[in-house]
């Protein structure tokens, strides 16, 4: 495995989570980042990326205002700062690295995965 993201649970709505997606085996430093999330019965879904300087990011319109991306290279770590959770956020998150940030907003333009952390919001 070379990207495991961590920091998942089960909260209610209103709370906060970060999650986090640490990178082993390889670097990831220079690589634009990006998390995914995937609802039970439904497709992979973008949710928010961000550059390999951390300069610009990037956010689905669902989570905008609310979740951020961040990113430490020298830690090759990329974090997804959750708040005001809603029931409809429940779903495994995965983080994704890919050497360009290009078509960022679908999951087939990102090469390197990790296993899933699950996040459930109940109402």
């Known amino acids: 495995v070379q990207l495991q993201a961590s920091g998942g649970g089960l909260v209610q709505a209103g709370d906060s989570l970060r999650l986090s997606c640490a990178a082993s085996?390889?670097?990831?430093?220079?690589?634009?980042k990006g998390w995914f999330r995937q609802a039970p019965g439904k497709e992979r879904e973008f949710v928010a990326a961000i550059t390999w300087s951390g300069g610009t990011t990037y956010y689905a319109d669902s989570v905008k205002g609310r979740f951020t991306i961040s990113r430490d290279n020298a830690k090759d770590a990329v974090y997804l700062e959750m708040n005001i959770l809603r029931p409809e956020d429940t779903a495994v998150y995965y983080c994704?690295?890919?050497?360009?940030?290009?078509?960022?907003?679908?999951?087939?333009?990102?090469?390197?995965w990790g296993k899933g952390t699950q996040v459930t919001v109940s109402s």
């Open positions: 994704a690295a890919n050497p360009l940030l290009r078509g960022y907003y679908s999951s087939g333009n990102w090469d390197y």
């Open positions: 085996g390889r670097t990831f430093s220079t690589y634009a």
